[in-house]
């Protein structure tokens, strides 16, 4: 070929014209496919060299169902399938998971205290079995050390949580026992006001009393024992009571941001900052009217409306058959009104605000999996891993992602036992 004939202006023109259209051709199409299944992969990578905790998921209730396996891989668009199960956990890209024996608020009586025991050891119980049945995929994890032991044997990780502090009625060497037993973290009340602190949520008693006496009692037992203090749940008063009275950070295991979405179970800009400054992290919770308003739905009210007015406080009611009886319904009703979900970007916007407000060392991930928690995008745990390819859109570091993921949290998590072991020797 003339080699001059190639420099030539016009065909040298014409030549790149056509090399571009044929590039952008080429790449236009699968632009977005290629990109997103690119950062899929990158977030893949970043989660093979770090340990990913969730703080909160009520699944140790699905493990009392007789025929329910966690070894098995439940499809998730089956009714009763549950958000979490060991295969899904490594599919999503999962190690860690906080499994919260959750008891429901009942009465304040020793009747009560005793009922709520026995569920409680019911369920810690069932995490332990399932753990001893399944040891070669998972391990039940003490402290964060045991976290990075069990990733580098490739295991998954089960940690364990008390969600409510009715838990332990008004008896504080129960902080101990449960400690003992390997739990981790109580969350101090549920839904309703307790002995130990008021509910955001107690519509029959709005006046927010903080944390009594006897919750002053249970702060401090759980600073010296090294139990995490868990305030998703607890009034605001409750919220700036515990954290002057704690000698350690605190989080909120399941818990999102006020300014983004207003609701009582979320935390103000005040509080995030507080919580911060004193070393703290909130775990931004997956349960989509946290995460987002939802829009106005009068047929969905109405249906609500019955249904609590049937059941009153449904989430309490202690009796296994009546509550799935009610779960089943609340699934038909789900399914005739369905629900507007917040995404995915919804929730990371969370991520973000809170990074504005006060850095990325104070912030992490609680799903509230199989207690409500589930977007569009993340809706079981299975899809996990589309919450690190959002952030990794967003231009978050690997390093960031890490601290997200797990690192923050470890950070208060060893900082409490540091407490406690200091308080025990002074
Ligand atoms: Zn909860």
Redesign the pocket.
């Known amino acids: 070929m003339n080699g001059d004939k190639l420099l030539r202006p016009g065909f040298l023109r014409l030549f790149l014209l056509a090399w571009l259209a044929f590039f952008l051709g080429a790449c236009r199409q699968p632009e977005t496919q290629v990109s997103a299944g690119s950062l899929e992969q990158k977030a893949r990578e970043i989660h093979k060299k770090m340990v990913t905790v969730d703080t909160?998921c009520?699944t140790a209730m699905m493990l009392l169902r007789g025929n329910w396996n966690p070894a098995e891989r439940h499809n998730p668009e089956a009714p009763g399938s549950g958000k979490i199960d060991l295969p899904r956990m490594k599919e999503g890209g999962l190690d860690a998971e906080f499994f919260?024996a959750?008891v429901g608020q009942g009465p304040r009586t020793e009747q009560g205290y005793a009922q709520a025991r026995k569920r409680t050891e019911e369920l810690i119980q069932a995490v332990k079995n399932m753990v001893q049945a399944n040891s070669s995929l998972i391990g039940l994890a003490l402290n964060p050390d045991d976290a990075y032991r069990l990733k580098k044997q490739n295991k998954l990780i089960a940690f364990l949580g008390i969600?409510n502090g009715y838990a332990i009625g008004r008896n504080l060497g129960l902080i101990k026992y449960y400690y003992d037993q390997g739990v981790r973290y109580i969350?101090l009340c549920?839904?309703s006001d307790n002995d130990i602190c008021d509910s955001s949520t107690d519509r029959a008693e709005p006046e927010d009393k903080g944390l009594s006496q006897f919750g002053r009692q249970v702060v401090r037992e759980c600073n010296r024992t090294g139990m995490i203090i868990d305030i998703?749940?607890a009034s605001d008063r409750s919220f700036y009571d515990v954290l002057e009275a704690s000698a350690a950070p605190i989080i909120a295991?399941?818990s999102c941001a006020r300014a983004v979405c207003d609701n009582p179970r979320n935390l103000t800009d005040d509080m995030i900052k507080a919580l911060a400054a004193k070393g703290g992290v909130i775990q931004i919770?997956f349960?989509s009217a946290y995460v987002k308003k939802p829009r106005p739905n009068p047929e969905r009210d109405r249906a609500l409306a019955e249904f609590r007015a049937k059941y009153g406080n449904w989430r309490n009611i202690q009796d296994e058959e009546l509550r799935r009886k009610i779960m089943e319904e609340m699934q038909e009703l789900n399914r005739k009104f369905p629900v507007d979900l917040a995404t995915v970007q919804d929730l990371v916007d969370h991520i973000d605000h809170v990074v504005r407000l006060v850095g990325v060392d104070y912030v992490g991930i609680g799903t509230?999996f199989d207690?409500?928690g589930g977007v569009k995008g993340c809706n079981d745990v299975s899809q996990m891993i589309n919450v690190t390819v959002e952030l990794l859109r967003r231009g978050y570091s690997p390093k960031d992602i890490e601290k997200i993921w797990g690192k923050n949290f470890f950070r208060v998590f060893n900082r409490v036992q540091e407490v406690a072991r200091w308080l025990s020797q002074s």
Request: aromatic share 6%; net charge negative; charged share 20%.
């Open positions: 909160h009520d919260a959750f969600e969350t549920h839904s998703s749940h295991s399941h919770c349960l509230d207690g409500g």
